[in-house]
């Protein structure tokens, strides 16, 4: 599907470029693809994986999830309120979903997340439970949710947050029940559930040198002396524009030196809003930071961005008047910072400046037919009229469109201006719309504007 979807990018260059002949206006053609960010880091033996959530896993949404990334995470869907709401009752809907999409593109999962302070269902933080009961509860959990996928999973987060900022544990169902050593239990009983797994803790604010990164290197330095089954410790890396911890690399070293795997597993950068041109540039070159970091350690398995498009982004809901924290806009429009995390990765391709970009997105599909969209938008440039043009891989057809004129010759398809929309200001977008049926698969095209 990647190498076919890579011919397509080629063929619809070419197919740009020799129907521009006499038609170079002041629309730039679209930028010379990079490989998918899948296949860049493959090539240098890393993943990059985003979060992700189940039920948008169709149309564009699933189409980047699938063509970019080589892990998931799901972002709620395995967390114990998920998968037990009621005592006894399962739903593992979306998690099932979520691996067997994954396993149809290649792609790891990573688990996420068994023991945790948060997102933990009503009957078991109500519950009055004596250690045993407790720590059965916590067992019995793991047994069932790891063994459900047991040889599926690549990792898990099998401990999250267990520390306070200064260093000290977290004050939890868990840790007030158990002890401490709730930690060594409960990985023990992940290794057990599927042994080749690799099980990690996880936590934020541990990305640079500070107290609890600290308390979490002392943690893991003693269970690897005490034997206890740890792979890997995920920083989350949730940070803010302009906060990427100088000592980074250092920090992901000191991991590694102890004999242990380091993934970024919730990268995301956050802006007050609205954020401006200058903003999305220096968030491209934190975002390469982090990468980089990571691909300079050898024991760093890789990058998770804790979802891909500002679409599906935990962050306006928990910071208001903040957000534009990932690598996708809202449309689907890649934003400096993939490109970035693209470079970091060993692309060669410069995103494109001061230009008009067209960028194609399914709004809706079902079984036969499909709701699209394509959105121009200009940045540094601007347009008096417009052409949109793409080809269907796939035997896509349309029937209908808005706010543009549409004609569909064979695979070939264009769209030009309507009489009231062709001119695009500098900073300004148009979009139109249009239904069109499809059968088998409905692979995204890419758009030239001429
Ligand atoms: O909080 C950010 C992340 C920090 N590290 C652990 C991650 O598991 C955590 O992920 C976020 C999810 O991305 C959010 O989607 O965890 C949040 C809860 O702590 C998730 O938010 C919750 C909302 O608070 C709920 O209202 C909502 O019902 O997502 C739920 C499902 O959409």
Same mark, same amino acid.
Request: aromatic share 8%; charged share 15%.
């Given at each position: 599907?990647?190498s076919?979807?890579?011919?397509s990018?080629?063929?619809?260059l070419?197919?740009g470029?020799?129907?521009l002949g006499g038609?170079?206006?002041?629309?730039?053609?679209?930028?010379?693809?990079?490989?998918?960010?899948?296949?860049?880091?493959?090539a240098?033996?890393?993943?990059?994986g985003?979060?992700?959530?189940?039920?948008?896993?169709?149309g564009?949404?699933?189409?980047?999830?699938?063509?970019?990334?080589?892990?998931?995470?799901?972002g709620?869907?395995?967390?114990?309120?998920?998968v037990?709401?009621?005592?006894?009752s399962?739903?593992?809907?979306?998690?099932d979903?979520i691996?067997?999409?994954?396993?149809?593109?290649?792609q790891?999962?990573?688990g996420?997340t068994?023991?945790?302070?948060? $997102?933990?269902p009503g009957? %078991?933080?109500?519950?009055?439970? +004596?250690?045993? =009961?407790?720590? &059965?509860?916590?067992t *019995?959990h793991?047994?069932t949710?790891?063994?459900?996928y047991k040889?599926?999973?690549a990792?898990?987060?099998?401990?999250?947050?267990?520390?306070?900022?200064d260093?000290?544990?977290?004050?939890?169902?868990?840790?007030?029940?158990?002890?401490?050593d709730?930690?060594?239990?409960?990985?023990?009983?992940a290794?057990a559930?599927?042994p080749?797994?690799?099980?990690?803790?996880?936590?934020?604010?541990?990305?640079g040198?500070?107290a609890?990164?600290?308390?979490?290197?002392?943690?893991?330095?003693?269970?690897?002396?005490?034997?206890?089954p740890?792979?890997?410790v995920g920083? $989350?890396a949730?940070?803010? %524009?302009g906060?990427?911890?100088? +000592?980074?690399q =250092?920090?992901i &070293?000191?991991?590694? *030196?102890l004999?242990?795997?380091?993934a970024i597993?919730?990268?995301?950068?956050?802006?007050?809003?609205?954020?401006?041109?200058?903003?999305l540039?220096?968030?491209?070159?934190?975002y390469?930071?982090?990468?980089?970091a990571?691909v300079?350690?050898?024991?760093?398995?890789?990058?998770?961005?804790w979802g891909?498009?500002?679409?599906?982004?935990?962050?306006?809901?928990?910071?208001?008047g903040?957000?534009?924290?990932?690598?996708?806009?809202?449309?689907?429009?890649?934003?400096?910072a993939?490109?970035?995390?693209?470079?970091?990765?060993?692309?060669?391709?410069?995103?494109?400046t001061g230009?008009?970009?067209?960028t194609y997105?399914?709004?809706?599909?079902?079984?036969?037919?499909?709701?699209?969209?394509?959105r121009?938008?200009?940045?540094?440039?601007s347009?008096?009229?417009?052409?949109?043009?793409?080809?269907?891989?796939a035997?896509?057809?349309?029937?209908?469109?808005?706010n543009?004129?549409?004609?569909?010759s064979?695979?070939?398809?264009?769209?030009?201006?309507?009489s009231?929309?062709?001119?695009?200001?500098?900073?300004?977008?148009?979009?139109?719309g249009?239904?069109?049926?499809?059968?088998?698969?409905?692979?995204v095209?890419?758009?030239?504007?001429?």
């Amino acid at each position: 599907m990647r190498s076919l979807r890579t011919g397509s990018t080629l063929a619809s260059l070419l197919t740009g470029v020799a129907m521009l002949g006499g038609l170079l206006l002041a629309a730039p053609v679209a930028q010379a693809a990079d490989a998918p960010l899948r296949d860049l880091a493959a090539a240098k033996g890393k993943v990059i994986g985003t979060a992700v959530t189940g039920s948008k896993l169709t149309g564009t949404y699933g189409e980047i999830a699938a063509r970019e990334f080589n892990a998931l995470t799901p972002g709620n869907a395995m967390k114990w309120e998920s998968v037990e709401p009621a005592r006894g009752s399962f739903n593992w809907a979306e998690a099932d979903r979520i691996v067997a999409f994954a396993e149809a593109n290649g792609q790891e999962v990573r688990g996420h997340t068994l023991v945790w302070h948060s $997102q933990n269902p009503g009957w %078991l933080t109500n519950g009055t439970w +004596t250690a045993a =009961q407790l720590r &059965q509860l916590m067992t *019995d959990h793991i047994a069932t949710e790891v063994g459900r996928y047991k040889g599926r999973l690549a990792t898990w987060d099998v401990v999250n947050e267990p520390f306070n900022e200064d260093g000290t544990y977290r004050q939890t169902l868990w840790y007030n029940g158990l002890g401490a050593d709730y930690i060594a239990q409960a990985l023990t009983a992940a290794r057990a559930a599927d042994p080749s797994a690799k099980l990690y803790i996880n936590d934020y604010n541990v990305e640079g040198v500070n107290a609890k990164s600290t308390a979490l290197y002392n943690l893991v330095k003693s269970l690897k002396e005490r034997g206890v089954p740890i792979d890997g410790v995920g920083l $989350q890396a949730h940070l803010i %524009l302009g906060q990427v911890p100088s +000592t980074l690399q =250092q920090n992901i &070293q000191r991991f590694a *030196d102890l004999g242990v795997d380091v993934a970024i597993t919730e990268l995301d950068i956050r802006i007050n809003l609205p954020a401006d041109s200058a903003e999305l540039a220096q968030q491209a070159t934190e975002y390469k930071q982090v990468v980089s970091a990571c691909v300079a350690v050898a024991r760093c398995v890789g990058v998770t961005v804790w979802g891909f498009t500002d679409s599906d982004s935990w962050i306006p809901d928990t910071f208001p008047g903040q957000g534009a924290a990932t690598p996708y806009d809202e449309n689907f429009a890649p934003k400096p910072a993939y490109h970035a995390i693209a470079e970091a990765l060993g692309g060669t391709t410069t995103p494109p400046t001061g230009a008009c970009k067209a960028t194609y997105s399914v709004v809706s599909q079902w079984n036969s037919g499909f709701t699209g969209q394509v959105r121009i938008a200009c940045d540094g440039a601007s347009l008096s009229s417009w052409k949109a043009t793409w080809a269907y891989g796939a035997g896509q057809r349309i029937s209908q469109s808005w706010n543009a004129t549409c004609t569909q010759s064979g695979a070939a398809v264009s769209c030009s201006n309507a009489s009231y929309n062709g001119t695009v200001p500098n900073g300004g977008s148009v979009t139109f719309g249009f239904n069109a049926s499809w059968s088998g698969s409905n692979p995204v095209p890419v758009v030239t504007l001429g």
